[in-house]
């Protein structure tokens, strides 16, 4: 009983997930209220995020976990767009970009996000053989061999 228990946790986890399955753990990270994929979808809009027309009903590839991250303010590029995401890939995913989507702000009219303005760089000259160790400021996210960069 246990072993099938166990099997038919893990088939839940391996199902392919749906582009609305992205789109209500979005809202959730945004803590936005909704009760169906549809709804989340509207709320994230009315919040000012510019979500790009897509079918929720329908396998999600890494092609739509672009546009939508993109659509949030993520910055992603992608490496295989016809690549399917099942759940445990969606909430491996989640759980990497999750802190960046919570904190970031709702986006201004520009599109981006109020809340990422950093103080610009200093442009001095480095001294020779000094080696620059910085991190990046987009929110640029590799996930785990996900292929998204």
Same mark, same amino acid.
């Given at each position: ?73 993520? =910055? ?55 080696? =620059? ?17």
């Amino acid at each position: 009983m246990l072993t099938s228990m166990l099997l038919a946790a893990q088939v839940g986890l391996l199902a392919p997930a749906t582009v609305g399955d992205l789109v209500v753990s979005v809202a959730d990270l945004k803590g936005l209220r909704h009760d169906t994929p549809a709804v989340a979808m509207e709320e994230l809009r009315r919040s000012g995020y510019r979500m790009p027309p897509v079918a929720l009903g329908t396998t999600l590839t890494e092609s739509e976990v672009v546009r939508i991250g993109n659509a949030i303010g993520l =910055h992603l590029a992608m490496g295989n767009p016809t690549s399917a995401f099942d759940r445990e890939r969606m909430d491996r995913f989640v759980r990497a970009v999750g802190s960046d989507v919570a904190a970031s702000t709702t986006p201004s009219s520009s599109g981006e996000s109020s809340g990422s303005k950093r103080k610009p760089r200093s442009k001095s000259p480095k001294k020779p053989g000094s080696r =620059h160790h910085g991190h990046g400021h987009g929110h640029r996210t590799q996930s785990d061999g996900d292929g998204i960069r």
